[in-house]
């Protein structure tokens, strides 16, 4: 069975531009979430969809948006980027949702601001 | 938010020692308690995880404990070996937070031969 992809793998852009990151789960698993993770602050919860349906967001602002598609395959988007933005972002793929079992994460997007 | 803190940022033991992580918590709603590993340039993955309604588990050389009344919990790997050096993720989830993890800030661990 594959795994959790992500594209792309890596991206530069400079500040002010915008981002969209795409994830394509596990084939069956229909809630998909994504982390942000930078070293001073770990893995910080960006949002999670299920059946398209976002069903919680983290504490980002509102230039962090996502979706879900029918195929559950799910996007990201940044808007106006800034440097602090920079970051690994991790896409996780479950069953149901993060807290009734494991998450599956991708190999993430890196994503550099300058 | 859920606050989880995790301690020790950063552990070196010698391979064949033991190696303990604590995680504490805030919000008394939490009922689910997984760790990750994540190694150099790797994913997270998922090690072992407990519920609010077990105080132990245990799968070979890692266990977590559980202390719902203190609101902290543990991962404790025995026997270590090099290919445990990785950083450790700790994290909770409750009903007031649906369906996302907390992560602490997590806890380097190097295992020096």
């Known amino acids: 069975k594959a795994g959790v992809t992500q594209t792309p793998r890596y991206l530069i852009k400079t500040r002010g531009q915008q981002v969209t990151l795409s994830c394509s789960p596990i084939?069956?698993?229909?809630?998909v979430s994504w982390y942000q993770q930078t070293p001073g602050q770990g893995l910080q919860f960006l949002f999670e969809?299920?059946?398209?349906?976002?069903?919680n967001k983290g504490n980002f602002p509102g230039r962090f948006s996502g979706r879900q598609f029918s195929n559950s395959r799910s996007e990201m988007n940044v808007s106006t980027l800034e440097l602090g933005d920079s970051a690994l972002y991790l896409c996780a793929s479950s069953l149901m949702g993060g807290n009734t079992g494991e998450l599956f994460f991708g190999e993430g997007s890196r994503l550099t601001v300058l | 938010g859920e606050n989880v803190e995790q301690h020790p940022s950063t552990l070196s033991v010698q391979e064949g020692d033991s190696a303990v992580i604590k995680c504490t918590y805030s919000d008394s709603a939490s009922n689910y308690f997984p760790w990750y590993k994540q190694e150099l340039g790797k994913r997270p993955q998922l090690i072992i995880d407990i519920r609010s309604n077990v105080g132990e588990k245990k799968d070979q050389r890692i266990a977590v404990t559980l202390n719902k009344t203190a609101k902290h919990f543990s991962l404790h790997i025995t026997e270590t070996q090099p290919e445990d050096s990785a950083v450790y993720f700790c994290a909770t989830s409750s009903t007031n937070s649906g369906y996302a993890l907390n992560f602490g800030k997590g806890t380097s661990l190097l295992v020096t031969p």
């Open positions: 084939s069956g698993h229909r809630s």
């Open positions: 969809y299920f059946s398209e349906t976002q069903r």
